[in-house]
């Protein structure tokens, strides 16, 4: 039980909790209804706030549901936005949110309305300057060369918006790749972890986009609801120092 562990981490030891937790009223293993949700995950949020570094991150992976019953039967539950709210109450900074988009979903079964082709992924972060290495997870630049050698001359690159100042368009090719954005499309992975077969298997993918951008080489990442164990194998790939915790011992 990873409440009963979480409390002893040292303080600031942790550079980046990256997990994915039961959804409400999702699995036979953990039955957690909607509308107690965020009361049962706080005393885990309260736990990894305690120990995360000053530039650590939470990066929750979690997607809302379609009540079941109760007064929301064949609504959706906003259990998800009810939780954001709460963690940045209590202190996290919510920096980002994600769209995980699934290219090969499975078909739904909640009519009237389409399968489900996205999970949330919000970054969330312990204090004002979170580790964040945009570099890590550039993707290749698609400008062709005539339209790199225009933006060469180009002198209004950076656009002034009642925003503020975007980054500088003439030299993000020199970066290497371009910014991929906050919709991270990796295909859902079913029975990757051959002798485990967790019902609920993190792709592979997912793990690694965050984990390059969210923890530094030699960082410690931990995954308080472990499951079959997809960020500590990816995070110990990637040369970070990664372990977790599961309740469930035939995972």
Request: net charge positive.
């Amino acid at each position: 039980d990873a409440l009963e562990f979480l409390p002893l981490l040292p303080k600031g030891s942790i550079d980046l909790f990256f997990t994915s937790p039961p959804y409400a009223d999702a699995r036979a293993y953990s039955k957690i209804h909607p509308d107690r949700y965020v009361d049962w995950f706080l005393p885990f949020a309260r736990a990894m706030l305690n120990a995360g570094s000053t530039s650590g991150s939470l990066v929750l992976n979690i997607t809302n549901r379609v009540a079941n019953r109760g007064p929301l039967r064949g609504q959706r539950h906003p259990y998800v936005y009810q939780l954001v709210l709460a963690l940045q109450h209590m202190g996290w900074r919510w920096i980002e949110t994600y769209i995980w988009a699934k290219p090969n979903a499975i078909p739904g079964r909640f009519g009237p309305r389409t399968k489900d082709s996205f999970e949330y992924v919000y970054h969330f972060a312990r204090g004002p300057k979170p580790y964040f290495d945009l570099d890590a997870i550039r993707v290749p630049y698609k400008a062709d060369p005539a339209e790199i050698a225009r933006r060469k001359l180009d002198t209004l690159g950076r656009r002034n918006t009642e925003a503020g100042f975007g980054r500088d368009r003439t030299k993000t090719y020199l970066l290497g790749g371009a910014d991929p954005g906050n919709v991270v499309s990796v295909p859902q992975t079913y029975n990757q972890h051959r002798g485990v077969a967790h019902t609920a298997a993190m792709p592979e993918g997912l793990a690694d986009f965050f984990i390059q951008a969210a923890c530094p080489k030699g960082g410690v990442v931990l995954d308080p609801f472990a499951g079959g164990g997809t960020t500590v194998v990816v995070a110990r790939r990637l040369g970070r120092k990664g372990g977790g915790f599961a309740i469930h011992e035939d995972f």
